[in-house]
């Protein structure tokens, strides 16, 4: 009865798991179906805010109705940028950087969709953009209506730009910008006061962009604002408590950059080195979002003039090029990468990684081969762990007897089983010892898949095209004959049923003594097979690749430890004597009422 009831749990447990995933997936991470309008900034989250940050939107309308892009970067007033790996456009009402498509990266798998659109304008379905500007007092100052001249036609490595305005009562504002070979903009802001009179001016940077589209934000991997303040990076707040919350202030000290990160995509400030802004995380209304840098206030007295100089990223998380930023002073620049406690595993696997599709050329060829190597090195670690098995199972029966001799003596029972382990040679703990090592080096591959942007759109063989996206060949929908996209948890394509083929057969190949734990094990490779379905192909390559390997190994390590096998064996049939002989006596007690 207890078993029929315990298996009973096991099938339910299962059903809910696989029936409640994707709407738990639906509700704790809800995606915007219709693009998202620009809305007036929340009120409340503006009163909340740091002296002066209120003032940075002065001027600002949010646009009456969404913007067609096409329509908003067809404006004169705009000033081109072309460098090696950006293209896009300045506009110079209100200073913003708006306009920024990364040439290596495209926006699908499609070889003519065009370059991934990381910046958008105001109002767009999109919008994410970068502004540079002053507030203060005493002064004229620009705001997000004015109207800067440019003193050049376009913004690349060679030929920097300046944006200049005249307030007519004695204060020019200029902003010089200027662009490396990869995606850094400087913008170098200098405020002069040619006036009878001091002024007082805070310089301002900020980036805001809507949670539209945004990647997922999950444990595995931030999603959302993010930046690194005194000894610390920190991944959060996440949208959502942004939004509830109205402003979060970092409180881990001096800001090194400050930013939004999806998986692949990073836009961040980088404030002056040696000054000490003030920045924050705010709302600006349920689905657009805003990072700020505020300098602090300088009076500039008259003939006088202050400088502040930021960075601003916006581009690609590529590992070694946001180490090369950090080599260069930006402190912490490689942690946007969300890598968790493993990096120190992560960062040499994900260069292996990239060595050998350097190497062969095929990114699916190369995660196999990663995970061979991987597995190849654990091998003597997890042949260790066998061996100590092996050891264990060959006491039992020496084990058994001291636990029926002292039942009653705990305290003699433990250390009569000391002893035991003392003259036998054996470790009880040496065969966990194995496993728990492999942990931390598998999860780092796993998680390395996960973050590698060199996996996007990478295609694999045949019906595969882009290694980062679900399996597109799906069963329901006849591999794509049939004109319907099955929900996720029911997208089972050709990898997924893989994945749960070479699982239960991994599962067989346990010594598994007690019935339900068998059918727990027969059950759960084909409800993991409805649960990882929507996950990357690459991802399950590497799944299946791992499972492959420890088939193999498993059938190698039993036939170096029969023992093993055999000693399951026994201890089955024992049980299953045992139950035969409960269930005569219970019909002869029954025959005897």
Not at 248 to 263: K, L, M, Q
């Amino acid at each position: 009865m207890d078993n029929n009831r315990n298996l009973l749990f096991a099938v339910v447990l299962c059903a809910v798991l696989l029936i409640g995933w994707d709407a738990g997936v639906k509700y704790l991470y809800p995606q915007p179906e219709t693009p998202v309008e620009a809305v007036e900034p929340d009120a409340a989250a503006a009163t909340a805010t740091a002296p002066g940050a209120e003032a940075i939107d002065r001027g600002a309308a949010a646009p009456a109705g969404p913007v067609d892009l096409a329509e908003a970067l067809a404006s004169e007033q705009r000033v081109r940028i072309d460098a090696p790996r950006v293209e896009g456009s300045i506009n110079l009402i209100g200073a913003r950087i708006d306009d920024i498509e990364l040439k290596d990266h495209r926006a699908t798998v499609d070889e003519d969709s065009g370059p991934v659109q990381l910046f958008a304008p105001q109002g767009t379905a999109g919008q994410h953009f970068a502004q540079f500007g002053w507030v203060g007092e005493g002064a004229a100052l620009p705001d997000a209506k004015t109207v800067w001249q440019a003193d050049g036609e376009a913004l690349t490595p060679q030929t920097p730009v300046t944006l200049a305005y005249d307030n007519g009562e004695g204060q020019q504002f200029r902003i010089k910008l200027s662009i490396d070979e990869n995606y850094m903009i400087v913008a170098e802001q200098t405020a002069a006061n040619t006036g009878s009179g001091p002024i007082v001016a805070r310089p301002f940077a900020t980036v805001t962009r809507t949670n539209a589209g945004a990647s997922l934000d999950t444990w595995l991997a931030h999603s959302g604002p993010m930046g690194a303040f005194g000894d610390s990076a920190e991944y959060g707040p996440d949208y959502d408590d942004l939004a509830e919350e109205g402003v979060a202030n970092p409180e881990g000290g001096r800001t090194h950059w400050i930013g939004f990160s999806d998986i692949y995509w990073l836009s961040a400030l980088v404030p002056q080195a040696g000054s000490d802004p003030q920045s924050a995380f705010r709302a600006m209304s349920d689905s657009v979002f805003r990072a700020d840098v505020i300098y602090q206030p300088a009076t500039i007295g008259a003939g006088r003039q202050v400088t502040r100089t930021t960075q601003l990223f916006a581009g690609a998380k590529e590992s070694q090029l946001l180490d090369a930023y950090e080599d260069t002073g930006i402190e912490k620049f490689g942690l946007a990468i969300d890598w968790g406690w493993f990096r120190w595993f992560e960062k040499p696997l994900l260069w292996l990684l990239r060595s050998i599709f350097e190497l062969v050329g095929n990114f699916g060829v190369a995660i196999i081969l990663l995970t061979v190597i991987v597995r190849g090195l654990m091998f003597p670690i997890a042949q260790k762990g066998f061996a100590s098995m092996a050891a264990m199972k060959a006491i039992q029966p020496k084990m058994k007897v001291i636990q029926d001799r002292y039942k009653d003596d705990k305290p003699k029972q433990q250390q009569e089983m000391s002893k035991l382990f003392k003259d036998e040679g054996v470790n009880p703990l040496a065969g966990c010892l194995p496993m728990l090592l492999q942990i931390p080096v598998f999860f780092a591959l796993y998680k390395v898949l996960i973050l590698a942007i060199e996996m996007r759109h990478q295609p694999f063989i045949l019906w595969i095209k882009d290694l980062s996206a679900p399996d597109p060949a799906m069963i329901l929908n006849l591999f794509g004959l049939l004109p319907f996209t099955p929900p996720s948890f029911l997208g089972i394509g050709v990898l997924a049923v893989l994945l749960g083929f070479t699982m239960w057969l991994t599962f067989q190949m346990n010594p598994v003594t007690d019935p339900v734990q068998r059918q727990i094990f027969n059950i759960m490779p084909w409800v993991l097979m409805f649960v990882m379905a929507p996950f990357a192909a690459g991802l399950l390559i590497y799944w299946n690749t791992s499972n492959i390997l420890t088939l193999a190994q498993q059938k190698y390590l039993y036939s170096k430890h029969p023992q093993l096998k055999a000693a399951a064996e026994k201890e089955r049939l024992e049980k299953e004597r045992d139950k035969a002989k409960a269930k005569e006596a219970a019909d002869a007690g029954e025959k005897g009422a």
